[in-house]
């Protein structure tokens, strides 16, 4: 995968604002979406997925949103809290097993 | 348990020593992945295995790293002759095995790897 050092792109809100972090995906024969979210010393953690046949999808406090012309995805979190702050990873799937991670992006929140 | 077990959780060892990591998956998840994550990095696909299908090894790095996976269930991954480069977490991680939906994969909190 990508990889962009110790220079991960970082998103700073304040607490109660809402985020948006943002992900252009490189294979236009992927056709399913997945944000997840890794916290310090943990795994990644499933936040929200879809589909290529969607261009939006909401879950609790997060919408994705994705455009198939220009091969970007974004993920909204609505009323950010400091619970928040971690590291955001999207991925794509071109099919069968493989998963095409991005580089990530670090989010603060500033309480 | 109900998620995915890394064990050990933290190893240090000295360069040159063989290590093995270990992974147990989710019940019933037949495919089971590798990545290594660097210090502030993004994850590194290492390999995957799907039942009884050939594994795709097609992102370890060198011939010192190798990956096994007894049936569906327990996978080992073993790093011959480390380097101090091979410092990193290692994830593993599940998922189900049915191709034709796709779903999430499940991560371990994996296992922090320190080369001296």
């Known amino acids: 995968g990508e990889s962009v050092g110790l220079h991960l792109p970082t998103l700073s809100v304040q607490e109660g604002d809402n985020s948006i972090i943002n992900c252009a995906y490189s294979?236009?024969?992927?056709?399913?979406f997945i944000w997840y979210k890794q916290e310090s010393g943990k795994g990644p953690q499933f936040i929200i997925d879809?589909?290529?046949?969607?261009d939006k999808r909401q879950g609790q406090r997060v919408t994705v949103l994705l455009n198939k012309t220009v091969k970007h995805l974004s993920l909204q979190i609505a009323a950010t809290q400091p619970g928040d702050s971690a590291v955001y990873f999207c991925?794509?799937?071109?099919?069968?097993?493989?998963?095409?991670f991005g580089a990530g992006t670090r989010l603060f929140v500033k309480a | 348990g109900a998620g995915v077990s890394q064990s050990p959780s933290n190893k240090v060892t000295e360069k040159g020593k063989d290590v093995e990591l270990r992974c147990d998956p989710i019940s019933g998840h037949t495919a089971l992945y590798w990545y290594r994550q660097r210090l502030g990095q993004g994850l590194e696909f290492l390999i995957y295995?799907?039942?009884?299908?050939?594994?795709?090894k097609s992102g370890l790095p060198s011939d010192r790293f190798s990956a096994e996976r007894t049936g569906e269930s327990v996978s080992t991954l073993t790093i011959q002759r480390t380097q101090q480069e091979d410092s990193a977490v290692y994830l593993c991680?599940?998922?189900?095995?049915?191709?034709?939906?796709?779903?999430?994969?499940?991560f371990g909190d994996g296992t922090r790897l320190s080369i001296l």
């Open positions: 294979n236009s024969a992927s056709d399913y």
């Open positions: 991680a599940s998922r189900p095995g049915d191709s034709r939906v796709s779903q999430p994969q499940h």
């Open positions: 295995f799907q039942g009884n299908s050939a594994p795709d």
């Open positions: 879809i589909r290529s046949n969607m």
């Open positions: 991925a794509e799937n071109p099919g069968g097993f493989k998963t095409i």
